[in-house]
T-cell receptor, first 114, second 116 residues
Framework: DVKVTQSSRYLVKRTGEKVFLECVQDMDHENMFWYRQDPGLGLRLIYFSYDVKMKEKGDIPEGYSVSREKKERFSLILESASTNQTSMYLC?????????????FGDGTRLSIL | AQSVAQPEDQVNVAEGNPLTVKCTYSVSGNPYLFWYVQYPNRGLQFLLKYITGDNLVKGSYGFEAEFNKSQTSFHLKKPSALVSDSALYFCAVRDGGPYNTDKLIFGTGTRLQVFP
């Protein structure tokens, strides 16, 4: 079974801090994704990566950056955290199958910015 | 542009009754469609997909979905609901885009409540 592990289930940070969310997958997947989930808005894509060191902006990249130095790890960075970034963050990975295979999700990080 | 809509925020059904969670899509070309379920404080779990072939797709936990090209719909169904099916359900469609990735566009989700 594919395992996608997010480093923290719950995280509390202060405004202005630089925040790192880590995600690791164990299936040698090509694609990795970061989403945020807010009530009534569904899942919104922040960034995705289709290969090591390759990244593309999603629908809401402002205030975020990402890093993918190794294939198994995809990090989301909040450069200067703000209260409107309080949310559930979900990481996913997939094999890079041109849409034939599903994405596999981690259990999420619930981030609170005070 | 690709899009997917879930017209109901919440669906209520009694245990033992059939359930339907609706999804409609808009794509250019052939749609690749997915259903996911999310239980409280968990990530999304894949239920089933339609890529090509039989319009009735069977998935995990007794769920199935019917692809209807003329109505551009992909409704999730189960013949007999269980209380444990209560969860948030997401429909998704592949977003082709560049790089031929597995990128998806998700609906806003439908909360299913099954009452004993």
């Amino acid at each position: 079974d594919v395992k996608v592990t997010q480093s923290s289930r719950y995280l509390v940070k202060r405004t202005g801090e630089k925040v790192f969310l880590e995600c690791v997958q164990d299936m040698d997947h090509e694609n990795m994704f970061w989403y945020r989930q807010d009530p009534g808005l569904g899942l919104r894509l922040i960034y995705f990566s289709y290969d090591v060191k390759m990244k593309e902006k999603g629908d809401i990249p402002e205030g975020y950056s990402v890093s993918r130095e190794k294939k198994e790890r995809f990090s989301l960075i909040l450069e200067s955290a703000s209260t409107n970034q309080t949310s559930m963050y979900l990481c996913a990975s997939s094999p890079g199958s041109r849409g034939l295979q599903p994405q596999h999700f981690g259990d999420g990080t619930r981030l609170s910015i005070l | 542009a690709q899009s997917v809509a879930q017209p109901e925020d919440q669906v209520n059904v009694a245990e033992g009754n059939p359930l339907t969670v609706k999804c409609t899509y808009s794509v250019s070309g052939n749609p690749y469609l997915f259903w996911y379920v999310q239980y409280p404080n968990r990530g999304l779990q894949f239920l089933l997909k339609y890529i090509t072939g039989d319009n009735l797709v069977k998935g995990s936990y007794g769920f199935e979905a019917e692809f209807n090209k003329s109505q551009t719909s992909f409704h999730l169904k189960k013949p007999s609901a269980l209380v444990s099916d209560s969860a948030l359900y997401f429909c998704a469609v592949r977003d082709g885009g560049p790089y031929n990735t597995d990128k998806l566009i998700f609906g806003t989700g439908t909360r299913l409540q099954v009452f004993p």
